[in-house]
């Protein structure tokens, strides 16, 4: 949900108040937790969508499409098999289902 313009004018005259460093360490705190939440949110949701087994693909940088198969998933990467002796650790963000 997106902020309203009164609501980036309250901000705003909450940030104008502020003037002490620790209100400001206060502030970044506060966003920094919430930003590691949403993040959080993200991952959990991306990871639901796989199941170990699943046939999947992302895109390296250096090698291209690579496609595998699901052998784990961890916390915060899921593993994918590419072959019988190559595994990869791999956000669930940048994967996607094969056909």
Known sequence: MALTQKEFATIQALFNKMDTPGDFTAVRIMFNERNKTRDNDAQTKAK????????????????????????????????????????????????????
Request: charged share 25%.
């Open 48 to 99: 639901d969508m796989f199941s170990v087994g699943d046939k999947v693909k992302f895109t390296s940088s250096k090698k291209g499409v690579i496609t595998g198969v699901i052998s784990k998933i961890n916390i915060k990467n899921i593993r994918v098999a590419v072959s019988k002796n190559q595994t990869w650790n791999v956000s669930p963000s940048l994967l996607e289902k094969r056909a």
